[in-house]
C-alpha cells in the first residue's frame, strides 16, 4: 500500500541492473508525446543512457519511495547558450502512473531546480510536445514560459531561477 505522503529520494542509475525498467519509462513517455512507438529506437535510446550516465554534468537519477523505483529524472546542468547564459535543462521528469497526479511533479521540478541554482545557473529549460498535454499543463502551472514557435522537436520552454529560493532555504 502506498504511503499518504511518499518519501522521495533520488539515486544514481544502474543501467546494469535497471535498463529494462529505464527503457520501459522511456518508452512509455515517447507512446505519450508521440501518441505511437513508431519511431522509437531501442540503440538510440540505449547510446543517450551511455552518454547521459559518463557525463558529469547529468544528472541520471531514480526517484524512490522506500526503496521502490517510482520515477525517472534526466537532465544536463550547467550548459552555457550562445549569449553566454548558464542554465540546466531537463530532458525528462518520468513518474509511474499510481504516483501520478498527487503532487510530485512540483518535488521533482524543485529538486532538479536546485541542483541547476547549486551550479550557479540562472535560468531552466526544457522541451515538450505539445500533444503531450499532461506535461503541458504542469509546465504551465509551474510558470514555464514558452519561447518562439512550436518546432518539429518540440515547444521550448523557459523558467527564471532569478529570486527562487532552494528548496529547504
Not at 143 to 161: I, R, T
Request: include cysteine.
Amino acid at each position: 500500500m502506498m504511503k499518504q505522503t511518499p518519501q522521495l529520494t533520488f539515486t544514481a542509475v544502474d543501467l546494469n541492473r535497471d535498463l529494462e525498467l529505464c527503457l520501459e519509462f522511456r518508452r512509455e513517455t515517447h507512446r505519450v508525446s508521440y501518441g505511437n512507438l513508431d519511431h522509437f529506437s531501442r540503440e538510440e535510446t540505449l547510446a543517450w543512457f551511455e552518454a547521459l550516465a559518463a557525463n558529469p554534468d547529468a544528472g541520471f537519477l531514480h526517484v524512490r519511495d522506500a526503496g521502490e523505483i517510482i520515477g525517472q529524472l534526466e537532465y544536463q546542468c550547467p550548459r552555457t547558450d550562445a549569449e553566454g547564459q548558464r542554465y540546466g535543462y531537463i530532458n525528462l521528469i518520468y513518474l509511474v502512473p499510481a504516483y501520478r497526479h498527487r503532487h510530485l511533479g512540483g518535488r521533482l521540478q524543485a529538486y532538479m531546480l536546485d541542483q541547476f541554482q547549486a551550479q550557479g545557473c540562472s535560468q531552466a529549460r526544457l522541451r515538450y510536445l505539445p500533444r503531450n498535454t499532461a506535461a503541458g499543463a504542469f509546465y504551465h502551472r509551474q510558470g514555464w514560459q514558452p519561447v518562439g514557435a512550436v518546432q518539429s522537436n518540440g515547444q521550448l520552454m523557459e523558467k527564471s531561477l532569478a529570486g527562487r529560493h532552494r528548496a529547504g532555504e
